[in-house]
């Protein structure tokens, strides 16, 4: 990428960035109509997060309307449709100059008394061409897909000690290209049952319970669906007035469909935190081990392990956010979740590691600069293909108004 083309890029956002400024007015605080215009552009030194790198530059436009109301006593609706047109200054011989990118969520909390809340909410995403990325991990960066997540849940408090949430997670995904499609297309559903009882003033006993499954396109002859069942005892606890720790440990029960790979039982673990340290500084984390769905074709699932962790300063007397976070992931992919007639597949281990710092400048209450620095890195020795790895870099800068 040559310094003209990184100096046009800073230069076309900066004059974005007051042309969208001298559009801006003000709105009532009651309206229940929002309106939201960002502009930004990523410079990347591999677009297709490929072993072949190519350097490129893609600029986004988008508008976001937000819906905010209140159809009934004691209930609210968000609704956020999202729309984003993308120009790539080097796209391959597949790919398209422009595309356009659909993001659209509804969210509506009702209270049915003074201590239970109900939830439905559904959010649904159409992209082309896009970075389809997952845990951590990137799936693909070459195809169009659907993906769509609806929960239905109700939370309830039981007298004073006792917390209650039972709830329904259903996940879409679909892509449009038939070969990606038959390797890719996924659905994943569950119902979860979460309770707490607190034993001490600042600590509760936890307990977790889902049974779910993950189903695919049967393709060549491979069933790579297979269903779950946890049960996980853990502890919460308030170390201060601003910081929460949680840990569950428990056990994940498989089934897969292919007769010959039976079920197993392995060890689920989960460990997070968050809060802040000070008043400015608020930091997050968490390690999750247990089987999920595949990201490497034709295994049926794998043994993941994620480390997250996060953490955001905020400069008050300078209107500044600094932000930082780094996400590593690791699949274990073994025979005991390769189904027969995958033989020609290599058992192994994928790994990603994803940096990234940034920072966002609020120049007045409704306008706000950000950039921000991406490092991802991939090494993968399992799949058909023996695995892929490669390393991507990139640097995003952007604007945004709330009108």
Known sequence: MNRFSIGMLTVAVALSAMTID????????????????????????????SEVQES?????????????????????????????????????????????????????????SEIQETRVINQFNYTDDPAVTQGG????RD???IFNYLEIGTHKNVQKVNTL????????????ESEVADQSDEDRYSLNLLYLRQYQRKSALAL?????????????????????????????HIASPSMRMGARLGVQFVDYADEALGNEATPM???SFGGNTIPTVAIRGSLDHRVRESDVFPFAAQEATDLKATIDWTLKERNIVLTGSAIYHTGSYSEESLPSGGATSAAGDETSTILEVGGVYKHTSATEFGIRFRSEEVDSDSGVTFGRNFSRNATTISVSRQF
């Not at 993308?86 to 509506?108: M, V, W």
């Not at 991990?137 to 693909?140: F, P």
Request: hydrophobic residues 35%.
């Open 22 to 49: 001298s559009m801006a007015q003000s709105s009532k605080v009651d309206d229940p109509f929002r309106f939201e215009l960002s502009v930004s552009a990523e410079v990347t030194d591999n677009r297709d997060s």
């Open 56 to 112: 490129n530059i893609d600029y986004y436009i988008g508008p976001k309307f937000i819906f905010k109301g209140k159809p009934g006593d004691a209930s609210l609706l968000t609704f956020t449709y999202n729309p984003i047109f993308r120009h790539r200054t080097e796209p391959s011989l597949i790919q398209n100059e422009g595309e356009l990118y659909h993001y659209a969520k509804f969210d509506l909390r009702k209270k049915s």
């Open 137 to 140: 991990t990137l799936l693909r």
């Open 143 to 145: 195809s169009s897909y």
């Open 165 to 176: 949430d039972i709830y329904g997670l259903y996940t879409l995904k679909r892509f449009d």
């Open 208 to 236: 977790e319970l889902q049974v779910g499954g993950t189903g695919y396109k049967e393709l060549a002859g491979l069933d790579r669906s297979f269903m779950t069942a946890i049960g996980a005892v853990g502890i919460e």
């Open 269 to 271: 673990v989960n460990l």
